[in-house]
């Protein structure tokens, strides 16, 4: 029995789409592309995967010009529209780094380091995109520079499906479970910024179903992101990010809570180093944007903790650890 082709990882196809269409003055079409492009030539023989294979290559297209790849589709003359026939490539002089920007091979391999780092998450498309731009650029990266690359793991699944749906201004719905509820409500929303903010991602939308802006967490989101199939009733703008973060800035700001900890202890340690952390009567005063996340952070340092103020966090603090007593039974 002949060997099953070897699986092509996306980033190596993409990397040698953008070549094949950087080498061709008139184009290629799309029959040539995937008759002859790695990652795509594997699978060209197998007709009944052919519409299969097609659509990949027009999902690629995509991927490409989100890029910022300026792939062009050229008509064949007196045939307008006609796809068979269309011929696809990239100029050069249109895509290269501007003159005044340059990178060493070490800085090259830095920058690769980075987007390998992301090895899954909600951020493994986003890396996955950049190591390959970085790759078509045509810099040889010399590998002995790095000797490995960390893995850092999100659990934000959310972002990614809502970061193509800011881009792309689509209406989303998601499963959204508020602090306090049992059951999570659905959320219908026009999605405009992700912002990291306190080691969290925040999504900023225009939430359609109360007509009013809001600020969501992402680890709240306790289901699939899905498209409405709705056009977004507000766009984003360059200037959305910077009032997010100003204003869970002032929200970080306003929103203290006094505790006293163990001398000595993970809280002393942890909490007194906190950004912000003040030493005030009694204990210390911390700063958070969220009062129920918080809560969830205090009750895990267990009895070197005490909640002075505010006595709702003290409550939901003692509501946790209740609910492990309950749950060891």
Do not use: C
Request: aromatic share 6%.
């Amino acid at each position: 029995m002949a060997d099953s082709p070897r699986k092509v990882p996306v980033e190596e196809r993409l990397f040698s789409l953008v070549l094949a269409l950087l080498a061709t003055e008139q184009g290629l079409t799309k029959a040539e592309i995937l008759s002859t492009v790695t990652g795509y030539a594997h699978r060209y023989a197998d007709r009944t995967d052919r519409a299969n294979l097609e659509r990949q290559f027009e999902r690629d297209k995509e991927e490409l010009r989100d890029l910022g790849v300026p792939l062009e589709t050229l008509d064949a003359p007196g045939a307008d529209g006609d796809t068979k026939l269309q011929r696809y490539r990239i100029p050069p002089d249109r895509y290269q780094l501007p003159d005044d920007i340059a990178f060493s091979p070490e800085e090259y391999a830095l920058l690769r380091l980075a987007g390998q780092v992301w090895r899954e998450g909600s951020l493994s498309a986003d890396a996955r995109r950049a190591l390959t731009k970085l790759q078509a650029l045509g810099v040889r990266i010399d590998d002995t520079v790095i000797g490995f690359a960390p893995s850092i793991r999100t659990r934000d699944a959310a972002h990614e499906p809502l970061q193509a749906a800011i881009d792309r201004g689509q209406q989303v719905t998601f499963p959204y479970l508020k602090p306090g509820l049992d059951a999570a409500e659905q959320r219908v929303v026009s999605p405009l910024a992700l912002v990291f903010h306190e080691g969290r991602w925040h999504l900023h939308a225009h939430d359609d179903g109360v007509d009013a802006p809001r600020t969501f967490l992402l680890r709240r989101i306790v289901g699939p992101v899905a498209l409405t199939g709705g056009v977004a009733s507000r766009r984003t703008d360059a200037e959305v990010t910077v009032r997010v973060l100003d204003e869970l800035a002032r929200v970080w700001q306003q929103t203290t809570a006094t505790v006293r900890v163990r001398p000595g202890s993970e809280a002393d340690v942890v909490l007194r180093n906190r950004r912000g952390t003040e030493e005030v009567e009694g204990g210390l005063l911390v700063h958070t944007t969220d009062l129920d996340i918080l809560a969830d952070e205090l009750a895990a340092f267990g009895a070197d903790v005490v909640v002075i103020t505010p006595p709702a966090l003290r409550d939901a603090v003692l509501a946790r650890w209740q609910r492990v007593v309950t749950a060891h039974g």
